[in-house]
C-alpha cells in the first residue's frame, strides 16, 4: 500500500490523466473507464482522476498507479463531491485522493471546506485535492488541510473569465503564493504545448481530460477544422 508522501511524490512532476464520461454517451460505463485509464497507465500517466462511486472501484482494480477520485452530483453550484458523505463514499470506493470542490462557496451540507478536509483526514486515510475557481480559494483550502490544490475551476465558479486555453495567470499566481500544497494545473489543456506551458508557469502535476479521453469532442475538433472557412 503506498503511504501519503508517497503518493505525493508520485504525482510531483507527472501527467494525471482524467477519464470521465457524460451521462449517455457510449462509453458511460465503468468497466469502459477502467480500461480507458489502464490505457492512460500504460501511456505513461502517473495518476489517473474518475468520477463516480463504480467507476472508481472497477479502476482500482485495473491500475496500481494513485486514483483521484470525485462524485459529481448536482447540476449547479458546488457540484464535485459537494458533502462530506460524497467524499466519505470515494474514500471507501479506493481512491488515494478524493477531489472535491475547494471553492468558498456554501457547501449542501452546511459544513466548511476545513471540516470536511479535518474529517476526511481523520476517518480515512485519503488524501485532499482542492478543486479551487481562483486565488483566493487556493489560499483557503490550503489553510483549510488541502494536501492539492488544482486551478480545475478557473473560469467556471464565477470569479475568473474562462480562458481560451488553461488560466496560466492563476497557475502563476497560485505558484507565486507559495501556499504549501502541491500545485496540480487543470482544465483546457488540449495539447503537449498547454502542458508545457502549465508546468513552465509553475504547476507540479498536470491534469489532462478531454484532449486524452474524450472522443466525440476530440473529434469534433477534427471535423470542424476540416470545414471550409
Known amino acids: 500500500m503506498l503511504t501519503k ?9 507527472g501527467l494525471i490523466v482524467s477519464a470521465q464520461a457524460y451521462p449517455g454517451e457510449p462509453m458511460r ?3 469502459t473507464m477502467a480500461q480507458v485509464a489502464a490505457s492512460a497507465v500504460r501511456g505513461g500517466a502517473a ?9 472508481i472501484q472497477a479502476t482500482r482494480s ?38 472535491l470542490d475547494g471553492t468558498r462557496r456554501p457547501r449542501p451540507d452546511g459544513l466548511s471546506l476545513a471540516q470536511t ?26 489553510a483549510a488541510g488541502a494536501d492539492f490544490i488544482g486551478t480545475t475551476l478557473a473560469g467556471y465558479s464565477g470569479e475568473r473569465l474562462p480562458t481560451t486555453g488553461p488560466d496560466l ?17 487543470e482544465g483546457r489543456i488540449h495539447s503537449p504545448a498547454d502542458a508545457a506551458a502549465t508546468m513552465a508557469a509553475g504547476a507540479e502535476a498536470v491534469v489532462v481530460g478531454t484532449a486524452i479521453t474524450h472522443p ?14
Open 62 to 99: 485495473a491500475v496500481e498507479t494513485p486514483i483521484i477520485g470525485l462524485w459529481k452530483d448536482g447540476s449547479s453550484g458546488v457540484v464535485i463531491t459537494p458533502t462530506f458523505q460524497h467524499a466519505h463514499a470515494v474514500a471507501s470506493a479506493g481512491a488515494h485522493v478524493v477531489a
Open 29 to 31: 460505463d465503468p468497466r
Open 216 to 229: 466525440s469532442t476530440i473529434t469534433s475538433w477534427f471535423v470542424d477544422a476540416c470545414q471550409p472557412d
Open 169 to 185: 495567470e492563476l497557475v502563476r499566481e497560485i505558484r507565486e503564493a507559495a501556499l504549501g500544497p502541491m500545485l496540480v494545473a
Open 5 to 13: 508522501q508517497e503518493i505525493i511524490d508520485s504525482l510531483r512532476g
Open 117 to 142: 478536509v479535518a474529517r476526511l483526514h481523520k476517518e480515512t486515510n485519503a488524501l485532499v485535492m482542492a478543486d479551487c475557481g481562483s486565488l483566493e480559494d487556493a489560499r483557503a483550502a490550503a
Open 47 to 55: 495518476a489517473v482522476r474518475i468520477q463516480g462511486i463504480s467507476d
